[in-house]
Structure formats: structure tokens, C-alpha cells
């Protein structure tokens, strides 16, 4: 397994499982396909890197099984910055002429219908209580053409249709009813009010067995776009107040909060499932609001839900979902107070506490839980506790750290393999993390299952490149607590070896003024400046200064400037190259196989790579590289170019 799976950011993770879940679920109106998000390979380091472990596996994130929402006639699809104006209802059925006139076409609606002109119509003879055919009455067609838009349907143009006769429980001939339409489309509590005193039922369910309660909470959802919000906000609308006052009306008049739908979810397991599609959709978390969640659990909603595997009768998965969307503490001791279990575990083992720590919830959150009885020193099926993951989580309050330590966490507790939590926070979190860990305990020499101290956890994995990873402040820490800078690993690699390789200047520099041996060979034989060599002259330049061996060989017989001439990602550097050579490189040294430099500069070049290989070349010739030296195949450089590498052939090919 890589450390692309061990040591991966928190943040990064959760969206990617996030994806994984939706399209395992097969949501109906938020295909995976959609979301944007993709996962690309890389390419392994020329060395081991120290934060790799065969054994090692991802964070198991607990199984979210996400509702399945019925669509209605039309999809939502709504940008933050235009607002969407329907061209034609989904209906394509013939107006049938003499009912309801101009009141049943799209064209009528789009243009704002006034009360004026929906007067005019009903003087014609134009039957409010008719269809266009296909079910679709002028109602269905106000809500319908209010969609969030600046088309939005005036309160008294819908008490004249129903003072006229309208039908506020009428259907479509695919079932969708008038208030289907006012709940998915019209974010105005007035209308939705006065569908309601005519006669429409609050707990009407639709043909997919929701409850039209359901529907409303989506708009909720909709409204925790901030974009979405500030766009209707500068247009004088509050869409996230409007959306909440929905589902209160719909509440007043009788709507059962506890009521299932037909997959047996709870209105709040629709809700957070609402915000994991719009995670989807715009590859953002957004916040669950604590007013709606406090409403519905006050009417009676339930934090138990139904999934793949039975009955949650603890409230722990939509705990998860909660936290899972940063839940503010309100939410969270408002779950808690409805009955929702802040110790109990997920199916994999996965406590509320781990995913406290997986999903960067405020810091009050924790002591929340740990009050609650969620045990601090619980490993989960995956060998790693809370403290583990909040100190490989870089977003995450310290607070939160503190909070764990002060409830009894064990700062020298050792996960999978064998890591502590400071292996953790030296690679991921700031210097405040890695030093309440000493503080408390934490073992600066402590050695997880490949013999990496925390001081080569922290130079950045060569798979990522985070923003805290060999942060001069942590590096200095731990070196003015102790940290050994000769210390190896199971692969025999010194912490300089692996800020030699990962472009880590200020790394580099405090190891040698600490004592780090530029000299040091790992398993293989490799320097610091071997590595340092294939990554940049900076290093490079950093290591000779202090004594690093230009000539130095590694087991297969490779001299930094093989190193420096072997690259695949990008081409040579003539800097580096032309550094080599300045202090002394041997620009004819042959390897195992009778390679020289120039046989692995010339086998390594790439049509990517940029500056292009020639210029590497160039300096090599200028030095005295000989083209017709053959390798054990009896072959030159020439016989390796590329042949579409023109430039270098023409150099190279005599």
C-alpha cells in the first residue's frame, strides 16, 4: 500500500469516500459521474519513502448509506450566479383549447404573469381547474416557472386561482401535485401557506412513497450554497429564512416529522443526504443549519435511520453525516439531547470521536462526545485512535488535540504500524500540535514499524506536498527536543536523505547544522546527494558545501551525476548537471551495466519534458562525454534516444 493511502490528508479523503458512497447508493438525481473529482496516480520516488508500509491501508470511514430521492417531473439544476429560468415545462402534451387558455402555456409564465393578466384570462372563460392535457393546470404551471428565479409567482396571482376554483390537490399524470411544485420550486413561505389553507395536505406523500415534508427540507439544503444565498440576498431575498419557514408551515399544519419515506429514512437523514449531493455537485461541504435541525427534532423528527444493514437505533450514522458536514456544536448537542448515542461505534468500528477528528468539526464538538461517554482511547477496527487522526489532520483546531489529551488520550499510543500520534502531526499539523505532544509524553525517538523516528516523518512524502510537511518550525522542535538526525530506518535512510530528495532547503540546512552526515549510505548504498542530485541543484549545492562526495557510488555503481542524468518526470536539470561537473563528477563513470551519464540521460528523455533533454546534452558534450562509449548491450546513447527526440540525435548519432 503507498503512502498515498497511510499518510493522505484527512480533508482529501473524506470527499473522495464521499463520492464512493453517493455512486454505491446509485442516487437518482446526483450521479458520481458528475462530481468533478478525480483521482490520479503517481509515480514512486528513486528512494523508500519513510512514511511507507506495506501493510498500511486507509482510514476506513464509516458506511454512509445515502438516501435515494425520488426526482420530480424536472431535475434541479441551479447555478450560484445565473439564476435558472425553465424554457418549457416538462410536459409536452397539446393544449386543449377553451380550458385554461393562455394560463396552461409556458410562455405565459415566463413573461410574469400579473394579477392583471391572469384576471384577463379568467373574464375569457379560462378554467383555473383545467389541464393542458397532461395534468399540468395553472397552478402546476405558476410553481412551476417560479423556479427560483427572478419569475417569481405573486401571493395574490395564487389566492386568485384558488378563489377561482383551482385545485391545490391536483395531480399530474405523473403524479406530481401543486404542492409538490410549491415545496421543490417556489421559495416563497406566503404561497406555500396559502396552498396549505385551501386545503393542501401537509402530509401528503408522492407517488415514490416521500412525504411532501421531505421535499421542503431540500430547499434548506439548496439555501446552504453561500453563493446561491449572497445571489438571492442582493436580490432582497432570504432563501435560507424562507426555506426554514416552509417547513415550519408545512409543520403547523400537521406534517409528521417522524414520518419515514419509502426507503424507511427519517426527514433528517434526507436533509444531511440533500447536503452530500450538493457536496457532489460543487465539491464543497456546506454547513447543516442548527434552526432546521432544531425544528424538526422538536416536532419529532428521529435520529434513528434505516440502512443496508438494519435498524440504527442509535443515532451514530446520521451523527456521522452530521459531523461529516462540520456540524457546529449546536447540532450536535441537539442530537445528543434527542437520543442520539455519542459512544457508540459504526460497522467497521469507527467511533463519532474518529470522525470528529476526520472532519475538522469545532473543537467543542469533542468535549461534547467525550461528556457524552465516546471513549478517548478506542482504536477502532484500524488500529488508530482520535488522537491519531486529529494529528494527521492539518485543518483541525489544536483545541481539539488539547481536549483529547486533557480527557485521558495516550500521546504514545501506537497505531497499525506502529506509529504514534506524532509520527502523525511532524508530517501534517503545525508546531502548536507537535508540541502539546511533547508536553504530554510523546516520545521524540519513538520508532513505528519501518524504524522512521518522527523527525523522518517529517519530510514531506514524496506523494504529496503539503503545506505544514517539513515546516522549519516543526523540523527545529523536534531537533531542540532531542530528535537524532543519524538515526535510520528499516531501509537504512537518514532524515537527510529525505530532505535531500524533497526539494527541502531549509529541512536540509537544519539537519547539517545539527551534525547530519552528508556522507551516510542507506541500504542501497545512496547518499544524501544522490538524492539530492535528482531533485535539484539547491540541495545539491547545500550537501557539497558541507563535505558530500561528488563520485560517491551506490550499490549499482551510480555516481550522483547517473542520478541527476536518470530522471522521468522531468527532464535533467543543466543546472544541477552542470554543478556535478563544476565540483569534480566524473563525467565518464559507467554503472553495473556500463552506463555512463549520458546512456541515462539519453534513455530517460521524454517528449514532456521541459526544458527538453537537449540542453542537458549539450552540457554533458561540452564536458567531455564520450557518444561512442558502448554499455554492457553494446549500445551508445545514440542507440537509446528517442527517435522523434531530433535535436538530441543530431548530437548524439555522428
Known amino acids: 500500500m503507498s503512502a498515498l493511502a497511510k499518510y493522505a490528508p484527512v480533508p482529501a479523503i473524506m470527499m473522495l469516500m464521499l ?56 431535475s434541479r439544476a441551479v447555478s450560484p450566479v445565473e439564476t435558472p429560468r425553465p424554457s418549457a415545462t416538462p410536459y409536452a402534451a397539446k393544449v386543449r383549447s377553451g380550458h385554461c387558455g393562455k394560463m396552461c402555456s409556458d410562455e405565459f409564465w415566463e413573461n410574469g404573469a400579473t394579477v392583471a393578466s391572469v384576471q384577463a384570462e379568467l373574464d375569457g372563460g379560462a378554467d383555473p381547474s383545467s389541464d393542458d392535457g397532461s395534468g399540468m393546470t395553472p397552478l402546476h404551471f405558476a410553481m412551476f416557472h417560479a423556479g427560483f428565479s427572478e419569475i417569481a409567482v405573486e401571493p395574490e396571482v395564487v389566492r386568485l386561482l384558488l378563489d377561482n376554483g383551482a385545485d391545490p390537490a391536483a395531480k399530474t399524470d405523473y403524479g406530481d401535485s401543486t404542492l409538490s411544485f410549491a415545496t421543490a420550486y417556489v421559495l416563497n413561505p406566503e404561497v406555500l401557506e396559502l396552498m396549505l389553507e385551501y386545503g393542501a395536505d401537509a402530509n401528503e406523500v408522492d407517488e415514490y412513497g416521500n412525504p411532501i415534508l421531505h421535499r421542503a427540507v ?122 442520539a448515542d455519542a459512544g457508540e461505534k459504526g460497522y467497521d468500528g469507527f467511533t463519532t470521536l474518529h470522525m470528529a477528528a476526520a472532519s475538522s468539526v469545532d473543537s467543542q464538538v469533542f468535549q461534547l ?23 494527521r489532520n492539518g485543518d483541525l483546531d489544536p483545541q481539539a488535540v488539547r481536549i483529547l489529551l486533557d480527557n485521558g488520550a495516550d500521546p504514545m499510543a ?61 523540523v527545529r522542535l523536534l531537533l531542540e527536543n532531542g530528535a537524532d538526525v543519524h538515526a535510520r530506518n528499516s531501509g537504512g535512510s537518514t532524515p537527510l536523505h529525505y530532505a535531500a530528495n524533497h526539494k527541502l532547503p531549509d529541512a536540509t540546512q537544519l539537519l547539517l547544522d545539527h551534525g547530519a552526515d552528508t556522507t551516510s549510505r542507506n541500504d542501497r548504498g545512496v547518499t544524501p546527494l544522490h538524492t539530492a542530485a535528482s531533485t535539484g541543484s539547491q540541495n545539491a ?76 546534452v549539450r552540457v554533458m558534450l561540452d564536458w567531455g562525454a564520450d557518444v561512442t562509449a558502448v554499455n554492457s548491450e553494446g549500445k551508445t546513447a545514440c542507440d537509446l534516444i528517442r527517435a522523434d527526440d531530433v535535436e538530441s540525435r543530431a548530437l548524439l548519432c555522428l
Open 218 to 339: 431540500d430547499q434548506a439544503s439548496y439555501a446552504a450554497n453561500p453563493e446561491i444565498a449572497r445571489h438571492f440576498l442582493d436580490q432582497g431575498v432570504d432563501i435560507t429564512a424562507n426555506a426554514i419557514k416552509m417547513v415550519e408551515l408545512l409543520l403547523e399544519h400537521g406534517a409528521d416529522a417522524s414520518a419515514r419515506d419509502s426507503h424507511e429514512q427519517s426527514v433528517l437523514f434526507i436533509y444531511f443526504g440533500y447536503l452530500a449531493e450538493a457536496a457532489i455537485n460543487d465539491n464543497e461541504f456546506y454547513d447543516a443549519d442548527p434552526r432546521l435541525v432544531r425544528l424538526l427534532l422538536e416536532s419529532g423528527a428521529e435520529v434513528t435511520m434505516k440502512d443496508d444493514y438494519g435498524e440504527d437505533d442509535s443515532g451514530f450514522m446520521l451523527m456521522t453525516y452530521a459531523m461529516w458536514f462540520r456540524a457546529d456544536p449546536e447540532i450536535i448537542s441537539l442530537l445528543l439531547d434527542h437520543g
Open 541 to 616: 549545492a547545500l550537501l557539497l558545501d558541507r563535505g558530500a562526495d561528488v563520485n560517491a557510488l551506490d550499490d549499482d555503481l551510480r555516481t550522483p551525476l547517473h542520478w541527476a542524468s536518470d530522471l522521468f518526470l522531468e527532464s535533467p536539470s543543466p543546472e544541477t548537471i552542470i554543478l556535478l561537473l563544476e565540483s569534480g563528477a566524473n563525467v565518464s563513470a559507467a554503472d553495473k551495466e556500463l552506463n555512463t551519464p549520458l546512456h541515462l540521460m539519453a534513455k530517460s528523455s521524454e517528449p514532456w519534458h521541459d526544458p527538453p533533454t537537449v540542453e542537458a
Open 414 to 474: 501506537r497505531g497499525r504500524d506502529g506509529e504514534t500520534p506524532l509520527h502523525f502531526a511532524a508530517l501534517y499539523s503545525g508546531p502548536e500540535v507537535v508540541g502539546l505532544l511533547l508536553e504530554r509524553g510523546a516520545d521524540i525517538a519513538a520508532l513505528d514499524d519501518d524504524m522512521n523516528t518522527p523527525l523522518h516523518s517529517a519530510m514531506t512524502d514524496p506523494y504529496l506536498e503539503t503545506d505544514d510537511s517539513a515546516d522549519p518550525e516543526i
Open 19 to 74: 463520492v464512493m458512497f453517493i455512486a454505491a447508493c446509485g442516487r437518482e438525481s446526483a450521479p458520481a459521474s458528475e462530481s468533478g473529482i478525480e483521482v490520479t496516480a503517481t509515480v514512486a520516488a528513486q528512494i523508500p519513502s519513510p512514511t511507507t508500509t506495506a501493510s498500511a491501508t486507509p482510514i476506513p470511514l464509516p458506511p454512509m448509506p445515502t438516501p435515494t430521492i425520488p426526482p420530480i417531473a424536472t
Open 369 to 391: 462526545l467525550l461528556d457524552g461517554g465516546a471513549d478517548v482511547t478506542d482504536k477502532g477496527d484500524f488500529d488508530w485512535t482520535a488522537l491519531h487522526i486529529c494529528a
